[in-house]
């Protein structure tokens, strides 16, 4: 059966050149780092590429990059992180109704530590108010973060604008950029931001690895204490091949934005024109602040899960803010956040591209998905035809 | 995560439909988790002679509808009452543990349908 992979916001494959360039870290070069003879300075010579590669695509310095365990632990350690170290300065932090769950768990984790957390609601189009964020900032605010672009809904959020202010305000200020990178320029010196997470499996990289930038004198309490590996900002053996191929991928990401972006942009517009063809749908989120790889689209009267079973089964794989995708009760709360009532966020189906997706592929979506909603909506008791 | 049996009566849901001139009608669950279950009756003298239902949900929701309609057809209005959830759910070789509790609806939807012709039938 033809397989058309479109949730490529979920994870994405590790490309062959990134493999290639990790392999050798699993056996012949598989010091420890931290070792002096020949096999631990191989090693560490390899991190120190990493490190030099990361740094120089987000346009910072050697020393402000830690390697994490993946995109969430980056965002913990960031937050928790940032919280604790300067408590003395104030408990507020300010961040949106719309993050990720690995920034909205550490926030509610503060809160029972006694932190105040203001969650900035956003529009309609799922955008934050810099204006309305200029407001919240408060004299005790210790602490900003706001996602670079949501995972759900591709929306853009104005960091550098919010950078501007956070800067003039001496407030630390952290983007999760896990689904901007590879498709939006994350050069930290013009988003303004003092903090920024990566994930190298959303890139093409292998899963279980990221990266924080940390802007040089910002302190940070680690989530891991132990040996002094990270310039002692988080402890244990580091993870070679996977630094290794983080920084692959974000070299090849970086290298092919620019080429890469404009065709899948074009399938983007294509598959999106061709949904709203179909009555009763709606576009989630801004079209014009977009990630060029998101579709989020609301299918009225049917519901997700069942939408992408009945996809699953013509060979497509997507993705959805129904509750039954979730594993709790409640539709995304991204969703919600938009204004949704509960039956259209549930009806919610999210295709993100990547760069091998083609034409032909939209075709074939664009020639499968309207028959099945047909076919849902017929036996929907909320549709009446 | 489902059973073949899940699978088949999603893909391939039995009495999938309005009756008309419906002698019962009962609806249950709630956009708020996503599933909504309605379910129409045609009753001649005790017995479930016909029925159809209609469904906004998941796999587990649409499944447990389709398999109530099979299990309830021919029988009498005291038989179809005992059917529970559980019933339902072990017909279909099981749901998967999150489903037993917002998406196996289908034997609370068909009391309320039997309740509303029992109470048609005292109005009359």
């Known amino acids: 059966m033809k397989v058309v992979y479109l949730d490529h916001a979920a994870t994405t494959p590790v490309r062959a050149e ?38 120089d695509i987000l346009n910072a310095g050697f020393n402000e990059i830690v390697f994490t365990g993946g995109g969430s632990e980056a965002n913990n350690l960031a937050i928790k992180g940032a919280a604790w170290e300067y408590r003395h300065k104030g408990g507020h932090i300010i961040t949106s109704g719309i993050e990720h769950h690995a920034v909205l768990h550490p926030m509610q984790q503060l809160e029972k530590e006694g932190y105040e957390v203001t969650y900035l609601p956003v529009d309609d189009q799922g955008l934050i108010s810099v204006e309305e964020f200029a407001n919240a900032v408060r004299e005790d605010t210790i602490l900003v973060s706001f996602m670079h672009a949501n995972n759900e809904i591709g929306v853009i959020e104005p960091i550098a604008q919010i950078g501007a202010i956070t800067k003039e305000r001496g407030i630390l200020f952290h983007t999760d950029a896990v689904q901007a990178a590879g ?41 891991i204490h132990g040996g002094s590996h990270e310039s002692r900002r988080r402890a244990g053996t580091e993870n070679v091949a996977g630094i290794v191929g983080l920084a692959k991928a974000l070299e090849l990401a970086d290298a092919e934005r620019e080429a890469v972006v404009p065709k899948i942009q074009r399938l983007r517009d294509r598959l999106i024109d061709g949904i709203l063809q179909i009555p009763n ?55 919600m956040a938009l204004g949704l009532t ?3 966020a549930h009806g919610s189906l999210r295709l993100t591209l990547g760069r091998d997706n083609t034409d032909a592929e939209i075709d074939y979506v664009l020639e499968i998905l309207p028959p099945i909603v047909q076919r849902l909506r017929e036996m929907s008791p909320l549709y009446s035809s | 995560m ?36 309605k379910i129409w009756i045609k009753v001649e003298g005790d017995r479930i002679v016909d029925v159809k239902f209609k469904t906004f949900g998941c796999a587990a929701a649409v499944a447990t509808s389709s398999m109530i309609t099979e299990l309830v057809k021919g029988k009498t209005l005291d038989e179809a009452e005992e059917i529970t959830n559980n019933t339902v759910a072990e017909a279909l070789d099981g749901l998967p543990p999150i489903k037993m509790h917002c998406s196996n609806l289908a034997a609370d939807a068909l009391k309320n349908a039997i309740a509303d012709y029992r109470s048609k039938l005292r109005t009359v």
């Not at chain 1, 994930?199 to 680690?222: E, I, N």
């Not at chain 1, 602040?289 to 013509?314: A, H, K, T, W, Y």
């Not at chain 1, 803010?321 to 991204?334: E, F, K, R």
């Not at chain 2, 002698?23 to 599933?35: F, H, P, T």
């Open chain 1, 183 to 223: 498709m939006l320029d994350i050069d930290v010196k013009k988003l303004n931001v003092d903090m920024l997470s990566l994930s190298a499996h959303k890139f093409y990289g292998p899963k279980g690895v990221g990266a924080l930038y940390v802007r040089k004198g910002v302190r940070l309490v680690p989530l």
């Open chain 1, 18 to 55: 990134v493999i290639e360039a990790m392999l050798p870290y699993f056996r012949d070069k598989f010091g420890n780092a931290s070792s002096v003879y020949g096999f631990g300075r191989e090693a560490r010579k390899a991190l120190d590429d990493a490190r030099q590669k990361t740094a």
């Open chain 1, 342 to 344: 509960h039956e259209v």
């Open chain 2, 2 to 37: 489902y059973s073949e049996k899940v699978m088949d009566h999603f893909q391939h849901p039995r009495n999938v439909g309005e009756i008309q001139d419906a002698d019962g009608i009962g609806v249950e669950g709630n956009a708020r988790c996503g599933d909504i279950m």
């Open chain 1, 281 to 335: 749908t709606r576009l989630n989120g801004s079209r014009e602040q977009r990630l060029p790889n998101n579709i989020n689209v609301s299918i009225e009267f049917i519901e997700g899960e069942s939408l992408l079973l009945n996809l699953d089964l013509m060979g497509i794989a997507a993705s959805s803010g129904s509750a039954c995708t979730s594993g709790s009760l409640d539709p995304s709360h991204v969703l």
